[in-house]
């Protein structure tokens, strides 16, 4: 289960000193350009600290349907904060396209989104990294997030959607920063990781998709989709998702029955 690893993505204020002072230009910033990541969008929903109870909703259909609901608006909103960083990252890629070199500022602002999304930009020029974070900052279809929340949590009744509102089965590896499986082998560290809210698993789920070398073909797809300004078909990105689980495959099979049969592409 290595794919549900979840990345560090503190941002580290020495690394921001640092490409200052080695890019050091003096250079007048792009007009219109952020001088800094713009803060996330914030949802006027106060989060709920708990799922609602799905298991007792006795009709099967009206139970998927309030369960997909209830997670649509956090899905939407988590999207919706990362489309709106892609939006300023996109202008700085055009402007690298051109050639031209960005103010410190600027660099400083594209190397602490790299630092965010796992992009190794040690050997890499302006051009490459802007590229690379422009596969990387993207959304998730709605309908493969849901399918796979579905999968991960039993539909809402899973104990750490429960418990630590985690919705998508990630994990973590210091003591005490979730829940602890009681079928886990004896000679394994990791936990189920919890969460203070249902939004802040969503963006973490997001966040691995979008980071985690398990999902560079994922990632790929989507940027081909991207290029034929094709819309992101969940279906066939969910191909791309076989690191997300043991049962590698037969995931990706369970993920993308639950796509067509619930018709979640509709949503």
Do not use: H
Not at 62 to 87: G, H, M, P, S
Not at 98 to 105: D, E, I, K, M, Y
Not at 114 to 142: H, K, N, Q, S, W
Not at 191 to 201: A, L, N, T
């Amino acid at each position: 289960m290595a794919g549900k690893m979840l990345p560090g993505s503190v941002l580290y204020p020495g690394l921001l000193a640092l490409a200052l002072i080695i890019f050091g230009w003096q250079l007048s910033p792009v007009k219109g350009l952020p001088e800094s990541i713009p803060e996330p969008v914030v949802s006027e929903q106060a989060p709920i600290s708990v799922f609602p109870d799905f298991a007792a909703v006795v009709e099967v259909d009206e139970r998927k349907q309030q369960f997909f609901q209830f997670l649509k608006d956090y899905i939407d909103a988590a999207n919706a904060e990362v489309l709106e960083t892609r939006q300023q990252l996109k202008r700085y890629d055009e402007i690298a396209a051109t050639g031209s070199r960005f103010s410190p500022t600027e660099r400083a602002w594209i190397l602490a989104l790299a630092d965010e999304y796992d992009v190794d930009t040690g050997e890499l020029f302006e051009r490459e990294i802007t590229a690379e974070l422009m596969r990387r900052v993207d959304e998730v279809p709605l309908a493969m997030a849901l399918a796979q929340a579905a999968n991960e949590s039993a539909w809402g009744t899973s104990r750490f959607a429960l418990e630590g509102n985690n919705i998508f089965g990630q994990w973590c590896f210091e003591s005490g920063c979730g829940l602890v499986p009681l079928q886990r082998q004896g000679n394994a560290s990791y936990e189920v990781r919890k969460f203070e809210s249902i939004g802040e698993s969503v963006r973490a789920y997001i966040k691995n998709i979008n980071s985690q070398y398990s999902y560079e073909e994922l990632r790929e797809r989507r940027a081909r989709m991207r290029r034929r300004n094709e819309p992101l078909n969940a279906f066939d990105l969910a191909a791309g998702l076989a690191a997300y689980s043991e049962r590698g495959e037969n995931y990706v099979d369970e993920v993308q029955n639950l796509i067509l049969q619930n018709e979640l592409d509709r949503l």
